[in-house]
């Protein structure tokens, strides 16, 4: 079984907010492919904010999951206007859904997956759980993926009126906004604005690049006192 697919729409027009969200996209085009690079738990040595509860976790293609936050809140189980949001996806974009609490329907299956490739989406967030594994992780037609877990469960074909889109939404304990950069991998997911990571990003880069010699001396057998942090 999977989600409701999406009714039938007019070719594609951009609108102007999606042109704007085009060119927010475009000015982090190089954070973006700078963080693709780094090893999120080393983001975690330099930050403290921006870590989403580890309950939510990765269910779709175990790829990385790098993109700009284009947030749903779902305050209903609307299985419309969870389609209206994939219409209105850009390329690069990771959608972002708050289920408000609502832990047992899921907006996000086989079809919406395939919508969301159609749009170009580097991935989907939600603060819920989400149906039809094997198509999220097919390795042909998935995408990176997050979630708290999976049911047999889904939202319905209603009249698309239970969802506000491109709003400050509430992810796992995070605070995510439009335009914010979303980061996922097996070790779990980051939501910050790209000003945040902007200014840990060169921290990190040296800190992996230094991290295969540290792990080549400890395996050597050195004296750990001289190659650990003792405070």
Known sequence: MSVTAPDQVAPDQVAPDQVARDQVAAGHAELLERLRHVDLPTLGHFLEEG??????????????????????????????????ALVALRPGEVLVVDMGGDHTHAPIGAVTIAAARARGAAGILVDGVVTDVDALTDPHSGLP???????????????????????????????????????????????????????????????????????????????????????
Do not use: W, Y
């Open 51 to 84: 870590f989403v509860d580890p309950a939510v976790r990765r269910l779709g293609q175990p790829r990385r999951m790098a993109g700009t936050a284009a947030t749903l809140a779902l305050d209903a189980p609307d299985a419309a206007a969870v389609n209206r």
């Open 145 to 231: 993926v997050h979630a708290r877990g999976t049911t047999c469960l889904t939202t319905k074909r209603l009249d698309g009126g239970g969802g506000r889109h491109q709003v400050p939404v509430d992810i796992g304990g995070v605070r995510v906004a439009p335009g914010d950069i979303v980061l996922g991998d097996a070790n779990g997911v980051i939501a910050l604005p790209p000003a945040a990571l902007a200014a840990a990003v060169h921290e990190a880069e040296l800190s992996d690049a230094a991290e295969p010699e540290l792990l080549r001396r400890i395996r050597a057998g050195e004296d750990l006192r001289t190659l650990l942090h003792l405070g």
